[in-house]
């Protein structure tokens, strides 16, 4: 059911109060005597006047229209968007956590800090690593920081580096980061099966390579199986090895990136440990580094002595880069996630990811071309060239998908992927529902033949009907009365 949602002020009614104050006793003064004349609004503000239950009922039916994870299946590869359990926001929102202050001092915020110092052993433990900053208020962040812990690196070595190799099929963030840090990017093609060209790489690598951005596993869901020979072959030149961790669901509780050769990694709370996800934050991104970084961590980390907890700084650090020491309240929400699954319950997570996806992929796969289909991890990339062939394209296919009640897969990314569907069902979905995801797309298949107009046209069902996406990318100010449904 499509819910009829006019703006709140359409509601508004003169004279309509939702609240009542008691009489101030407080003495009435002239603010001009007070603040200067130009700061002073000459009108009222423009408000609704509106009921609480009008405004309740408004942002509720606002908040249906949107999908997200506790509505349905939301199989946006490569961002793990699974499950938030309940009990990780209950936690968070005890007022022993909820309610202390980042000034505080350290002897008030015992427990605090000791679930800083407990989160940081673990995250060391599943990665390898030996030092780690719980501070990066994202995955870009956490990119951003470990560029500039290999930057300060390389500077205390008075090494002379200029690039960072990224693979084509690198999530956007990373050439991004690698800009913003001071070096330019050299671009490594992918080989016959998907994975790092190693003969390009070895024509791309000089003394000037500061390191290397690798996911992995990589964004085709795909291991790269020459990682050791990829890190020998960087810190031959001194170079580092940074692993992108977007795909850690993967690997969590049975591989450990330091072994793998990598050096700085940043860890997507939101992904593999389940915070939430979107909304414009907050988020977590923790970085952990070799023994060989620790020295360069941001300022700002937790120690132990004589029983208690306290903050610590190193003279070599990079400095900060949060107001304080991360985002308090979703590193509660990682940790209680954590605790509630145990050593075993970590592991399933990487194990059952990958069954889902290799089901989900091979009920796919007699309808749509799975290139590198062979040695599919946690997500998988069809590809829609057969479908655009007949009449729809991957995004047509993403739209019609939002009819059925699920959010649209990742479409035209990896971009080395022509016509690229990227699917991540996550460990969180049952069978049933990769079942009924699989009997959508296709059916979207067969109506190709039958009436590819209806998917030109799709989404029908949904709050609003297909938007012109390069005209909301342009002109961020859409009119409200251009976005309404029409029949």
């Known amino acids: 059911m499509i819910i009829n949602t006019p703006l709140i002020f359409d509601k508004s009614n003169n004279g309509c109060n939702g609240y009542k104050v008691p009489k101030s006793s407080v003495p009435k003064y002239k603010l001009s005597e007070y603040i200067p004349d130009k700061l002073i609004r000459k009108q009222k503000l423009n408000l609704?006047?509106?009921?609480?239950?009008?405004?309740?009922?408004?942002?509720?039916?606002?908040?249906?229209?949107?999908?997200?994870?506790?509505?349905?299946?939301?199989?946006l590869g490569s961002c793990t968007m699974k499950y938030n359990p309940k009990i990780n926001d209950a936690i968070a929102l005890h007022p022993g956590f909820s309610l202390i202050h980042?000034?505080?001092?350290?002897?008030?915020?015992?427990?605090?800090?000791?679930?800083?110092?407990?989160l940081e052993n673990i995250l060391l433990e599943l990665t390898g690593m030996k030092g780690i900053t719980l501070q990066p208020s994202a995955g870009s962040q956490g990119e951003m920081v470990g560029l500039l812990l290999m930057k300060k690196y390389h500077?205390?070595?008075?090494?002379?580096?200029?690039?960072?190799?990224?693979?084509?099929?690198?999530?956007?963030?990373?050439?991004?980061?690698?800009?913003?840090?001071?070096y330019n990017v050299k671009q490594v093609r992918s080989d016959s099966r998907g994975r790092v060209d190693i003969s390009h790489l070895e024509e791309l690598i000089d003394d000037q390579v500061a390191g290397l951005m690798l996911t992995q596993p990589n964004t085709l869901g795909l291991f790269e199986d020459n990682i050791e020979k990829i890190s020998k072959m960087i810190h031959d030149v001194d170079g580092l090895m940074y692993m992108d961790g977007a795909n850690l669901n993967a690997l969590v509780g049975i591989a450990k990136p330091r072994l793998m050769g990598f050096d700085i990694m940043h860890i997507n709370l939101h992904k593999t440990f389940s915070?939430?996800?979107?909304?414009?934050?907050?988020?977590?991104g923790p970085v952990a580094v070799h023994s060989k970084l620790k020295k360069y961590l941001p300022s700002g980390f937790i120690n132990k002595k004589d029983g208690s907890y306290f903050?610590?700084?190193?003279?070599d650090t990079i400095g900060k880069v949060h107001t304080f020491y991360g985002n308090f309240g979703i590193l509660v929400r990682a940790y209680v996630y954590i605790l509630s699954l145990g050593n075993k319950g970590l592991k399933n997570i990487a194990l059952y990811a990958v069954l889902n996806a290799n089901y989900l992929k091979y009920l796919l796969s007699s309808n749509y071309e799975i290139p590198f289909s062979d040695g599919t991890l946690h997500e998988f990339v069809i590809s829609a060239v057969k479908q655009?062939?007949?009449?729809?394209?991957?995004l047509d296919i993403g739209k019609s998908l939002l009819d059925y009640g699920y959010h649209a897969p990742t479409v035209y990314f990896p971009t080395n992927i022509k016509e690229s569907i990227m699917i991540e069902p996550t460990e969180t979905e049952d069978k049933q529902t990769l079942e009924d995801f699989a009997e959508a797309m296709i059916n979207i298949d067969k109506k190709i033949d039958s009436d590819s107009s209806y998917l030109l046209t799709s989404p029908y069902k949904t709050p609003v009907r297909r938007l012109n996406e390069a005209q909301a990318n342009r002109e961020l100010d859409i009119n409200y009365n251009d976005i309404q449904n029409k029949d």
Not at 63 to 73: A, C, E, G, Q, W
Not at 158 to 166: A, E, P, T
Not at 388 to 394: E, H, L, S, T
């Open 48 to 75: 609704p006047q509106v009921t609480e239950f009008q405004v309740v009922r408004h942002y509720t039916n606002l908040s249906i229209k949107n999908h997200h994870v506790d509505k349905n299946f939301y199989p």
């Open 102 to 118: 980042p000034n505080q001092t350290d002897t008030t915020v015992q427990g605090a800090l000791e679930i800083f110092s407990n």
């Open 155 to 182: 500077e205390d070595k008075n090494n002379d580096k200029k690039y960072v190799i990224i693979p084509e099929t690198a999530h956007g963030t990373n050439p991004a980061s690698v800009i913003m840090t001071g």
């Open 275 to 284: 915070t939430p996800h979107g909304g414009g934050g907050p988020g977590s």
């Open 311 to 315: 903050i610590d700084n190193n003279k």
């Open 388 to 394: 655009k062939d007949r009449g729809a394209k991957a």
